[in-house]
């Protein structure tokens, strides 16, 4: 009989005794692998709700002294009036070596338009685009609450124009979190600007001698699209005599792909006569809360930690105490110090092996079942090799360090005192 078949066979015949020091080990690495695995979805899930919860990357023109606030940048009134930034600074942007974590992209032209008494803002971009980085941006549904003004009586459309204009808002499905392109000639109005014109969907306006026609009306947001004339990005240039310019580029980037610092040195570094300006709250915020729960994991599992050391500590003392004749045999019969202590020390690697396995298993459970708790969804929680390993290896560490001093003290046991 080998020296691991004895250190089995003793285990079978301690079972309540070892049972309990596999429990203390087992929440010990069930706690901290939950707090790993939560900090990790959490990150994770979080870093998603960022990509897609609007622009995190803002560039502008690097010119001008006045300014004004859009979306929280500092845009200077120079470029307002006349953008210094290029459909080519576009391209440029989304060639960078970083340029596979950007999700989306909505380049913006911005300009003011004279109509009547009111003073229009108007804002040629890519529809589809400016929804993916806004997704908070709607349409309005109730074709019938669209302006503050609108005459009770209005009578049905009639012509084959308005029908199609109709059939057209009826695609809007706001579900699919998407848009249509603007054609020339259509536009997409802000709530204010809606309201402020008196206009709603199948309405037509002349601008600049040029007759346009309402595509659609955003829900109030209470953002800067709430003034705003929109139209594709072609038409406003020509519109506002600025072809090929462009007073913003909005972009969206999944920084689980990349860090936000490496992404915006590289644009920083391709379009050297912009601002490149990164949305950091959001960032800030989630390190925070990351952070803060992590410290709090760490306590908690380092309290778990120490109960386990001390579990198994008392555990294994109590147990040698009871084992004094045991030990006092195999001395007598020729096993040596190092014998008594392979079979010990085997005892317990196992049991602190087993621990780990059903910590790892304990915790992740705990993590797939906290976490919709926490981030409302369920994220995917899978078995790391990496965690695993790590963890039944940390368990094992922890168990023969808190078992070293009794085994220590049993292999130089005396035969004749033992017996």
Request: no cysteine; glycine share 8%.
């Amino acid at each position: 009989m080998t020296l691991y078949q004895i250190a089995l066979r003793n285990l079978a015949r301690r079972k309540g005794k070892m049972a309990f020091m596999l429990l203390g080990l087992a929440i010990a690495s069930a706690a901290v692998i939950a707090v790993i695995s939560l900090v990790g979805a959490l990150e994770d899930e979080m870093s998603g709700q960022l990509a897609d919860s609007g622009s995190n990357i803002v560039i502008t023109a690097s010119r001008g002294e006045l300014s004004f606030q859009y979306g929280g940048i500092v845009i200077p009134e120079l470029v307002f009036d006349a953008a210094a930034l290029q459909e080519s600074d576009l391209e440029a942007a989304l060639s960078i070596p970083g340029s596979f974590a950007i999700t989306a992209a909505a380049p913006k032209l911005l300009g003011s338009l004279e109509h009547g008494p009111h003073h229009l803002v108007i804002a040629g971009t890519d529809l589809p685009a400016e929804f993916a980085v806004k997704p908070w941006l709607r349409f309005h549904e109730n074709h019938g609450d669209l302006t503050a003004a609108e005459s009770s009586g209005a009578a049905e459309k009639e012509s084959a124009m308005e029908m199609e204009m109709d059939l057209e808002f009826e695609m809007l499905n706001l579900e699919r979190a998407a848009a249509p392109s603007l054609e020339n000639g259509q536009l997409a109005l802000g709530a204010e600007v809606a309201a402020m014109l008196e206009l709603k969907p199948g309405d037509t306006v002349e601008l600049n001698d040029l007759e346009f026609s309402v595509l659609a009306v955003l829900k109030p947001s209470g953002t800067a699209e709430d003034s705003q004339v929109f139209m594709n990005l072609k038409q406003a240039q020509n519109l506002l005599d600025r072809p090929g310019a462009l007073t913003i580029i909005e972009l969206s980037a999944d920084f689980r792909k990349t860090g936000e610092d490496a992404l915006i040195g590289q644009l920083t570094q391709a379009l050297p006569h912009a601002n490149v300006a990164g949305v950091r709250q959001a960032v800030m915020a989630r390190s925070e809360l990351l952070q803060s729960f992590l410290r709090f994991g760490v306590f908690t599992g380092s309290l778990f930690i120490t109960a386990s050391i001390v579990t198994v500590f008392l555990t294994m003392s109590s147990s040698l105490r009871s084992r004094t004749r045991e030990i006092g045999i195999f001395r007598a019969i020729g096993f040596r110090e190092k014998n008594i202590f392979t079979i010990i020390a085997s005892e317990v690697a196992l049991i602190s092996a087993l621990g780990g396995i059903a910590g790892y298993q304990a915790g992740l459970l705990a993590a797939r079942s906290l976490a919709p708790l926490l981030t409302g969804s369920e994220p995917a929680l899978a078995l790391n090799p990496l965690y695993f390993g790590s963890t039944v290896l940390a368990t094992m560490a922890i168990g023969l360090t808190a078992g070293l001093f009794p085994i220590i003290k049993a292999t130089r046991m005396d035969p004749a005192e033992a017996l």
